[in-house]
């Protein structure tokens, strides 16, 4: 049985593996469980919404993830879900052909269709460092854009520029929201970002015809609303004070808390540590490599990967297991906590130092601390 059974629905994912889909989906879109039955059906019964995707500075890492999962269950929902009308990966056609059926889906879904974009766009030089089909990236994007009715930003690079446009940014790169002023802009950062927030965002558009919540810089809240220290399973050994202090010594072997390494997960909004990456229960500080916090515009790419980032919760949530303080070593506990906000005015001078090196926006979470390091 697939889950066609008796709806549009034409993939051929069993149904059960469908329903486990929409059920995780839902779940990330933060929906309670039973609305799991509602977007398998919008699944099953909407017009398959045309979507055009543009490729413009970048690796194509972000259709690359997206595509080759370890497990094909997700891609295949993603494209049995849309109409992918042009995707010069992907798609068949070539030359004139594939810029042929640009223009015939611009045409018959005016308005309507949805415009994915993975890459920066140059702007330096009237973007000569960019062009597909003797186009600019900026006249694709100023032809294509106005007919959207919205614009899903994959990737940190159509995001926010990506590496192209950090330190001097020879070709002028910049993300979408730069160039689209006129125009719904959901930016699902990462490098690369998470299949299943790509999916659930549609999802979310196609089951509610709306937008999900936004935070501040245009990311989907249901998932980079908390932090990935919040939810990482190395969380006990940093509220413990057990630190990985060099790669492959007796710490990092036995797991514990990458921040001496540099994670910057205390600093990065993204739910990496929840939903993970192909199926099968990996992430970058599972095996060992801190996070490089990709998704956030000030820190990838612009702070070294050994460099710190400034903690803002020193201490874990009351919800959360006591650490083990047999083992406690010389990190933060509550009276450190205190001993150090205490202290907090002769550490001022200090604290603009650091604060220059955190991501310009607000935390969006509440509940923050006094800003505190663990101790070396
Ligand atoms: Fe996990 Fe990094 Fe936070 Fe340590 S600093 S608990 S490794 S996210």
Known sequence: MTAGDGGRFPTELPRREFIKLCLTATAMMGLPLSMHGRVASTVQSSARPAVIWLHFQECTGCSESLLRSSHPSVSS????????????????????????TLRESMAANRGKYLLVIEGAIPKAQNGIFCKVGGKTALELIREVAPGAAAVLCIGTCSSFGGIQSVGVNPTGAVGVKDLVTDKPIINIPGCPPNPYNFLSTV???????????????????????R?????????????????????????????????????????????????????????????????????????LFKLPIAEKVQIHDPTPFDSYAPANLKEKGKGPDPVTTGVVGLAAGALIGAGIMLAKKLPNSAPAQTGETQHHEPAE
């Open 203 to 225: 999802l979310y558009y196609l089951t509610f015809k709306r937008l999900p919540e936004l935070d501040a810089m245009g990311r989907p809240k249901f998932a980079y609303g």
């Open 77 to 100: 929902l993603i494209l049995d879900l849309i109409s992918l009308d042009y995707h010069e990966t992907l798609m068949a056609g070539a030359g004139a052909q594939a810029e042929q």
């Open 227 to 299: 932090k990935i220290h919040e939810h990482c399973e190395r969380r006990p050994h940093f509220d413990a004070g057990r630190f990985a202090q060099a790669y492959g010594d007796a710490g990092h072997a036995q797991g514990h808390c990458l921040y001496k390494l540099g994670c910057k997960g205390p600093a990065t909004y993204a739910n990496c540590s929840v939903q993970r990456f192909n199926d099968v229960g990996v992430w970058p500080v599972s095996i060992g490599h801190p996070c490089i916090g990709c998704t956030e515009p000030d820190i």
